[in-house]
């Protein structure tokens, strides 16, 4: 639980859904930095992230196309990075 006291939003389903250890740790790595409260931007991710920038790239994509992850904020010239938000797990399509 988080200070509001809103469950984790960690889903035990990532675990079922047979996708790489990269994507698998960097849903991990986005649903601690949102239990904490902090925005899952690259720029937090990449700060915690320790495999290649392929991977990092790679999972954000596995993870937006199966709608576990949503991008919120683009990447902007000024901001240089993008903002995400994780999605519900009833809305993650379990297979493409």
Same mark, same amino acid.
């Given at each position: 639980?988080? #200070? ?14 047979? #996708?790489?250890? !990269?994507?698998?740790?960097?849903? *991990?790595?986005?649903?601690? #930095?949102?239990?904490? %409260? ?8 990449? $700060?915690?992230?320790?495999? @290649? !920038?392929?991977? #990092? !790239?790679? %999972?954000? %994509? $596995? *993870? ?26 009833? !809305?993650?399509? @379990?297979?493409?």
């Amino acid at each position: 639980m988080d #200070l509001q006291n809103n469950p984790p939003s960690m889903s035990q389903k990532i675990f079922k859904m047979k #996708l790489s250890v !990269e994507t698998v740790s960097l849903y *991990l790595i986005c649903s601690s #930095l949102a239990d904490r %409260g902090v925005a899952l931007s690259t720029k937090n991710i990449r $700060d915690l992230w320790n495999g @290649t !920038e392929k991977g #990092l !790239e790679n %999972g954000l %994509g $596995d *993870l937006e196309q199966r709608h576990i992850l949503t991008q919120i904020v683009s990447v902007s010239d000024r901001e240089k990075y993008a903002v995400y938000r994780l999605l519900d797990d009833r !809305e993650w399509k @379990t297979s493409i």
